[in-house]
């Protein structure tokens, strides 16, 4: 029972959507530090009085993860990230505290919205990850649902991403039948490595 718990903290880094003639001009390879904190609901989520699936059902988990690696905008408002991340499911837990880490890799779409700004969204099918360390060590997982806005310096060299809005993710891990729910916060820094300067 302890995958699900180890789930609540696995992370995704950043991506952005945009029109194509905007996209075109965000284009490199950036390094990738981050922090994301979950509220896990193995009974899901409920909508609040606006719509959004923010109240937990029944008993929950609060996670918390760290995340480094590398993300690669193409220029054609499509691109990928590689990661390494170490997450930590704090007390109270019912199955007890634990450490676990990984890596995770994905596709992702951006798109430009307002000035500066991206959104990305996940490619479906392409969240896979792999716990390397603790108690799941050896168990594979995919996630679905993720959206994030993240805006460029003027010099392109630096982004800033955030989930600026609750959405449901769903992690599934092999060998297990039903996914686990659950609602993050997130945040996180990228540098450019080598690419092309956004002059915008």
């Not at 168990?139 to 609750?166: H, M, N, T, W, Y």
């Not at 769903?170 to 916060?185: D, L, M, N």
């Amino acid at each position: 029972m302890r995958v699900v718990f180890f789930s609540l903290a696995i992370v995704a880094a950043s991506n952005v959507v945009g029109p194509v003639s905007a996209a075109e001009k965000l284009k490199g390879t950036y390094h990738v530090v981050g922090t994301q904190v979950c509220l896990v609901a193995p009974g899901g989520f409920k909508q609040d009085a606006n719509g959004n699936l923010t109240i937990p059902i029944g008993e929950t988990t609060l996670s918390q993860l760290t995340t480094e690696g590398r993300v690669i905008y193409r220029g054609d408002g499509t691109g990928e990230a590689k990661q390494t991340f170490v997450t930590i499911v704090p007390p109270p837990n019912p199955h007890g505290t634990a450490v676990s880490a990984g890596t995770i890799s994905y596709s992702f779409t951006y798109t430009r919205e307002g000035d500066h700004a991206y959104r990305m969204n996940i490619k479906p099918g392409t969240f896979k990850g792999a716990l390397n360390a603790g108690p799941n060590a050896g168990q594979q997982f995919s996630i679905e649902g993720d959206s994030r806005l993240f805006r460029v310096s003027d010099d392109g060299k630096r982004i800033a991403s955030a989930i600026d809005k609750p959405f449901l993710q769903k992690i599934r891990y092999s060998g297990w039948a039903e996914p686990v729910s659950r609602v993050c916060t997130a945040i996180n820094n990228q540098s450019m490595i080598n690419g092309t300067v956004v002059t915008e």
